[in-house]
Nanobody, 125 residues
Framework: QVHLVESGGGLVQAGGSLRLSCAISGLTFGSYYLGWFRQAPGMEREFVATLSWSGRNTYYADSVNGRFTISRDNAKNTVYLQMNSLKTEETAVYYC??????????????????WGQGTQVTVSS
């Protein structure tokens, strides 16, 4: 059973940085995407970033490209989301997720069957 646990959320001022972590256990799939999504109050959950199982391919939403970096540490079974130059509108609950279908639809939340509980990120002005 895959288990994902996010951490690292908190309160940060606009323009600041945070690094989110997602600890992964029970991973048995050969090919998959590990991604981050976020959901702001009253909004739909949206794709932020993902990386392929090999770590060689990363994909970002246009809104975060150049400011956010997704990475993984295989030794620690952890995936990270480094977020720089944060904006107030990026206040949201951030979720880590795993897509074991690996069909290339990495930005579609319905492809991700495994989710963490989420971590709150609040960006103040």
């Amino acid at each position: 059973q895959v288990h994902l646990v996010e951490s690292g959320g908190g309160l940060v001022q606009a323009g600041g940085s945070l690094r989110l972590s997602c600890a992964i256990s029970g991973l048995t799939f050969g090919s998959y995407y590990l991604g981050w999504f976020r959901q702001a109050p009253g909004m739909e959950r949206e794709f932020v970033a993902t990386l392929s199982w090999s770590g060689r391919n990363t994909y970002y939403a246009d809104s975060v490209n150049g400011r956010f970096t997704i990475s993984r540490d295989n030794a620690k079974n952890t995936v990270y989301l480094q977020m720089n130059s944060l904006k107030t509108e990026e206040t949201a609950v951030y979720y880590c997720a795993l897509d074991a279908l690996y069909r290339g639809n990495y930005d579609r939340q319905e492809e991700y069957a495994y989710w963490g509980q989420g971590t709150q990120v609040t960006v103040s002005s």
